[in-house]
């Protein structure tokens, strides 16, 4: 919610200054007017004597030959007022502190006088006077952390802050000392993981080298690899990934439809009788905040010092393509590029080889020899009698001839390939038996 009001704020331009400083100051102050308890620890968070406080934001105050100030939050009491300024990805401004400590100084007499600089990064000043004390932002978090599940709105407001990075301290902790030793040997296994996977991800959805991302290390702190651009419209981002969420500890892959795509509703229907009509269907969906998401997921943990991760996780990746290649042959009308909507002889071998309950390794390598014997033994024009849609009995059968003889003694998957060709014959067989008897009668 928080975010999207910040949107709208920062869009209306309502600040002439930073508007992420003004809009956050705004909706603390407001946290602090309406929930007594998270005011009373704020205060001793930042030292102030107990006190009848009003909370103000945005006030100005003149200066004699300076220019005027506006103080981000106040905080007034009967015997205590103190100033305090936001910083969120800036620091001071132009001897900001000191004309801050000068208005205090002119305007306030003997009252006794605060003044608190609140900052995101660090950012070490030394002010003698007035009560100074620095406090960070994830001080601030750490106070709504106690309160936010019980308030929607501090949930929400937390959220805004872990977004912009303001809840995250910055001490280093044993964690992440160790982390750091590690980070590039991680970051290389992940990447030779993701890269792993990577051919298969070309073969199963027919996909150019050229048509897709090279593997990155984006800012979600995720290795992946992917392409964008899965449906025919392209005014909204889509995207069809796969890769390792580090932070989650997670495989996953998934499709991801921005919410301004004329599509989106389509896809959401889709993907619910998708599953509902699939009961082995390991697909799942949930709502994003910039859009939609269809997704497979696995945890990670169970591979330490496994010394069978590599394939572990190779193999789950080729499942989730195949997955998300079903889910793509079966929805044909949201208009998929065609790439992912092909199916051809090949796609057919590994449904009948996952049929069978083949392992995923096998699956492939099995397919990868079935098109080196069949490109060995066939002219660039008779691939087109290929598709499963529309096959032809005596092309079975010389393709079938391709497993025996020369080519056959080096396939491994000879026997397999040749029960396959066999029951695509056999169904050929069939309907030509059933509309000879529709003919009769």
Not at 160 to 177: C, D, R, T
Not at 191 to 213: A, C, G
Request: hydrophobic share 35%; with cysteine.
């Amino acid at each position: 919610m928080f975010l999207d009001l910040y949107k709208l704020y920062s869009k209306n331009g309502y600040s002439k200054r930073s508007p992420l400083e003004d809009f956050t100051t705004e909706v603390f102050a407001g946290i602090l007017k309406l929930n007594s308890s998270i005011l009373v620890d704020f205060i001793q968070l930042i030292g102030l004597p107990i006190d009848d406080y009003e909370v103000k934001t945005q006030i100005r105050y003149s200066l004699l030959d300076r220019p005027d100030c506006i103080i981000d939050l106040l905080l007034v009491g009967e015997k205590n007022i103190c100033f305090i300024e936001n910083k969120v990805n800036s620091g001071e401004g132009w001897e900001q502190l000191d004309r801050y400590c000068e208005a205090l100084t002119v305007h306030f007499g003997e009252i006794e006088k605060h003044l608190v600089y609140c900052t995101k990064f660090t950012d070490h000043k030394k002010i003698a006077e007035h009560n100074f004390k620095q406090i960070r932002w994830y001080q601030i978090a750490d106070i709504l952390e106690k309160y936010k599940l019980d308030d929607p709105y501090l949930h929400n407001y937390h959220n805004f802050l872990n977004h912009y990075n303001m809840a995250q301290k910055n001490s280093f902790s044993p964690e992440m000392i160790i982390a750091m030793k590690n980070i590039k040997e991680v970051a290389e296994t992940l990447t030779i993981h993701v890269e792993n996977s990577r051919p298969y991800f070309e073969d199963i959805f027919n996909l150019d080298k050229s048509s897709f991302q090279e593997v990155i290390v984006d800012q979600r702190d995720r290795v992946a690899s992917y392409i964008t651009n899965i449906l025919p419209v392209h005014s909204a981002h889509t995207e069809l990934l796969y890769g390792i969420k580090s932070s989650l500890v997670k495989l996953q892959t998934q499709i991801f439809i921005n919410k301004s795509h004329s599509k989106i509703n389509e896809v959401k229907e889709a993907i619910k009788s998708y599953i509902s009509e699939n009961e082995s269907a390991k697909l799942s969906f949930r709502p994003h905040s910039a859009g939609f998401v269809i997704f497979m997921e696995r945890k990670i943990y169970d591979l330490i010092n496994d010394s069978e991760a590599d394939d572990k996780i190779k193999n789950w990746f080729i499942d989730s393509f195949y997955e998300f290649s079903n889910f793509f042959k079966a929805t044909p009308d949201l208009g998929w590029i065609p790439a992912l909507n092909e199916r051809d002889l090949f796609y057919g071998y590994e449904e009948f080889l996952r049929a069978e309950n083949y392992r995923p390794s096998t699956i492939n390598t099995y397919s990868v020899l079935a098109k080196q014997v069949i490109e060995s033994g066939w002219g660039e024009d008779d691939w087109g009698v290929l598709d499963l849609y529309s096959p032809n009995k005596e092309t079975l059968q010389r393709l079938r001839a391709l497993t025996v003889g020369d080519h056959g003694q080096e396939f491994k998957g000879k026997i397999s390939f040749r029960q396959f060709i066999n029951s695509l014959i056999d169904e050929i067989k069939k309907r030509e038996t059933e509309n000879g008897e529709a003919v009769k009668n």
